[in-house]
Nanobody, 128 residues
Framework: EVQLVESGGGLVQAGGSLRLSCAAS????????IGWFRQAPGKEREGVSC????????YYADSVKGRFTMSRDNAKNTVYLQMNSLMTADTTVFYC?????????????????????WGQGTQVTVSS
């Protein structure tokens, strides 16, 4: 059974940092495209950062470039999202998603596929 479990969310002051984790089971993280997404109430889901199966390319949304870093630990079968310089606008639920893709995907398109495996989400709240 494919499963993704996010953790690491919480309450932090603006300018602070959090590291989100997404532990995968039922598949290897280096076999799928993995992404971090967020969705605020009433808004569309936004692809925050997505990494190719080879880890050769990583996409970042413009809103998080220079502040967030996505990484992967194949031995722990876990992906991470290091979030620095957090802003109140980052407050929302973050989700980890995975999709199996065949072939090369342009970096700019890594967050676009129809991800078919999702975690339950972790709340990130940034206070001013």
């Amino acid at each position: 059974e494919v499963q993704l479990v996010e953790s690491g969310g919480g309450l932090v002051q603006a300018g602070g940092s959090l590291r989100l984790s997404c532990a995968a089971s039922g598949f290897r993280v280096n076999e799928r495209v993995i992404g971090w997404f967020r969705q605020a109430p009433g808004k569309e889901r936004e692809g925050v950062s997505c990494i190719s199966s080879s880890a050769g390319s990583t996409y970042y949304a413009d809103s998080v470039k220079g502040r967030f870093t996505m990484s992967r630990d194949n031995a722990k079968n876990t992906v991470y999202l290091q979030m620095n310089s957090l802003m109140t606008a980052d407050t929302t639920v973050f989700y980890c998603g995975a999709v199996y893709l065949v072939g090369w995907v342009p970096t700019r398109a890594l967050c676009r596929p129809h991800y078919n495996s999702w975690g339950q989400g972790t709340q990130v709240t940034v206070s001013s």
